[in-house]
């Protein structure tokens, strides 16, 4: 064992029931709850970014074409376009729109999406959170010789109805008239519910079929609003877009990606990490003066046995040693158990959903935590850093002591 250890060792080994031993389980306590806070903050704003992400790329698409001018006519040639440029994995027409939605117990106003049951769910993943009752490609049914609608769990205990019930979409501009255009009503069977665990979507959002969205709204056969693709690698959605967009030409369509349509949320809460993580390494930092402290008052205590090492010939830089590895040891310690701390709290509030978040308030149902390796590293060599700096004063002071003036009155 090298020398400066050895001592560093012997002065943290000896320190029991003294007054620095309680300075030192303070600069403990408060290294290791920084880290432990700094984690979970870490984790819970990577946990609410990535599924905020997927949640919202699993109700909509990658990217959004639609024409600048009205809707398509005709999409087919578009649509064949777009599944030729590169790192496109699906393409699917839809028809959007906003309708009124009658149980004859309660009206809401919805956002419909009429949707391709043959194309649609190889774009889009709502068929991975129905509860009940048919998914996307089951869109083209007829019940009781009515069209079938899926709709949001929440929607549906809102306007207190149930698998096989019978619905009414009224459209404001469904019928064209020589007055212009009246509303026009349809019947529709509820024969599905899904739940994404987004409150904003599982309220207001209802899927038809394409064609049914067409009878209602009053479009013409093979038109539609616009054509939702979905990448081979999300992250690449902006370069995708961008060769899609050159393909169908620029000044005819406009091309939109995840990131662009969603740029000031994801900003919002990258900056909201930022700063809870600074606010986070503040704690650490307290705990780093707790660790000047407690060498300082040691240096002060020591200054004999520091004289008498340097007398017996251990050189001022094994001297400043021993402290930065007394420093050391005390904050790396801090540091490792905050990591367990942190990893326990984050395990325990992800897998028992401890947290719960208020709905129509935020889109996610509770408090999601994603541990990354990455910010696990950044953690914990910034914790490392600063302890290392706060030992940086206390040992250059011990190492500068003058055995001759110390010893001249012993």
């Known amino acids: 064992m090298r020398f400066p250890l050895f001592i560093a060792l012997r002065y943290l080994s000896t320190r029991k029931r003294s007054f620095l031993s309680i300075i030192s389980l303070v600069s403990v306590a408060g290294v290791a709850l920084g880290v432990a806070a700094l984690i979970v903050v870490t984790g819970v704003m990577n946990g609410f970014s990535t599924e905020l992400r997927e949640k919202m790329l699993g109700i909509t ?41 009658s149980s004859g117990r309660a009206v809401k106003g919805v956002a419909l999406r009429g949707v391709d049951p043959g194309t649609a769910d190889n774009v889009l993943t709502v068929d991975q959170h129905v509860e009940a009752g048919i998914g996307l490609a089951g869109l083209d049914e007829f019940r009781h010789g009515q069209p079938v609608i899926l709709m949001g769990r929440e929607l549906a205990d809102r306007l207190r109805i149930a698998l096989g019930s019978s619905l009414e979409l009224l459209s404001p501009s469904g019928r064209s008239s020589s007055a212009g255009f009246a509303p026009k009503e349809a019947s529709f069977v509820m024969a599905g519910a899904f739940r994404t665990g987004m409150y ?75 700063g809870l993580s600074i606010i986070m390494v503040m704690i650490v930092i307290v705990g780093s003066f707790s660790i000047v402290a407690a060498l300082v008052m040691l240096v002060m205590e020591k200054t004999r046995d520091i004289a008498i090492l340097v007398a017996m010939g251990a050189r001022r830089r094994q001297v400043k040693q021993v402290f930065m590895m007394l420093g050391m040891l005390v904050g790396g310690f801090g540091a490792v158990t905050g990591l367990a701390l942190g990893l326990a709290a984050s395990w325990v509030v992800q897998k028992y959903k401890i947290i719960k978040l208020p709905e129509g308030v935020y889109p996610l149902s509770h408090l999601p935590i994603r541990i990354e390796i990455l910010d696990l590293g950044i953690v914990m060599a910034a914790a490392f850093l600063l302890c290392y700096l706060a030992t940086m004063y206390p040992s250059r002071h011990a190492a500068r002591l003058d055995p001759a003036e110390i010893l001249r009155f012993e």
């Open 61 to 101: 698409s990658h990217i959004v074409v639609t024409p600048r001018q009205g809707a398509f006519d005709d999409y087919e040639p578009a649509l064949r376009a777009i599944r030729d440029v590169g790192g496109v994995e699906a393409a699917t027409p839809f028809i959007k729109a906003e309708v009124m939605l």
């Open 200 to 274: 904003e979507y599982d309220s207001v959002r209802v899927y038809v079929s394409l064609d049914a969205a067409r009878s209602l709204l009053g479009f013409r056969d093979g038109s539609a609003t616009g054509i939702e693709v979905r990448c081979n690698d999300v992250f690449e959605a902006d370069r995708v877009a961008l060769r899609i967009a050159e393909a169908l030409g620029q000044e005819r369509f406009e091309v939109r990606h995840w990131k662009e349509m969603n740029a000031n949320l994801f900003a919002a809460l990258e900056l909201e990490k930022t």
